[in-house]
């Protein structure tokens, strides 16, 4: 199974300011198709996750643009460029380029 | 708008069956290009995708490996849902379990969650 590592596990930020969260897959996630399917997701407290980028830096409808996605291979990166009070929760990398589809452990973003 | 709506009992008994069903509204789980997952999700493993099925001029199923010999994932085209049973189960199954339409190598929609606790 590809094993998806994320770091920070937590990442404490002031309102206003930029939050990065980095994410490394154990294999390249370059499908035989040529795309890469990373995907990053948001979890709020008592919610669901909820999709907000795939492919790599394709938003998904509705995701503000303070949210952008970047990378290649195996290593990936999700910038939030102004944190919001609601951007509080936990997010998640994902690789869909292999079965079993695999999940990093999180990372919780908490205002400061 | 696609919606998953699940429904299912929050306790189960040790060595029992959890079930739990999805209904689908929006899509169909007989899409040629969706498959429909089944994710669980516990503070000391985090989300774990379980299995799917899905239709491609036939049905289907994928399972993890760590489940595959207690795990059943069935659609039911008449009602537009699928299922998850998952036999003999342990309080290592205890767990927040979603079902998920996967899409463009990713979950884009998920169900809004079902607490399942294994205790006798």
């Known amino acids: 199974d590809i094993v998806m590592t994320q770091t920070p596990l937590s990442s404490p930020v002031t309102l206003g300011q930029p939050a990065s969260i980095s994410c490394r897959s154990s294999q390249s996630l370059v499908h035989s198709d040529g795309n890469t399917y990373l995907s990053w997701l948001q979890q709020r407290p008592g919610q669901p996750p909820r999709l907000l980028i795939y492919t790599i830096s394709n938003r998904v409808s509705g995701v503000p643009d303070r949210f952008s996605g970047s990378g290649a291979g195996t290593d990936f990166t999700l910038k939030i460029s102004r944190v919001e009070a609601e951007d509080v929760g936990v997010y998640y990398c994902m690789q869909g380029t292999q079965s079993p589809l695999t999940f990093g452990q999180g990372t919780r973003l908490e205002i400061k | 708008q696609v919606q998953l709506q699940q429904s299912g009992p929050g306790l189960v008994k040790p060595s029992q069956t959890l079930s739990l069903t999805c209904a689908i509204s929006g899509d169909s789980v007989s899409s040629s290009s969706a498959t429909w997952s089944w994710i669980r999700q516990s503070p000391s493993r985090g989300l774990e995708w379980l299995g799917r099925?899905?239709?491609?001029?036939?049905?289907?199923?994928d399972y993890a490996v760590f489940v595959k010999s207690r795990i059943t994932i069935n659609p039911d085209t008449s009602k537009n849902q699928f299922s998850l049973q998952l036999n003999s189960v342990t309080p290592e199954d205890t767990a927040v379990y979603y079902c998920?339409?996967?899409?463009?190598?990713?979950?884009?929609?998920w169900g809004q969650g079902t607490m399942v606790t294994v205790s006798s």
């Open positions: 998920a339409r996967q899409l463009v190598g990713t979950f884009d929609i």
């Open positions: 099925t899905y239709y491609r001029s036939k049905w289907l199923n």
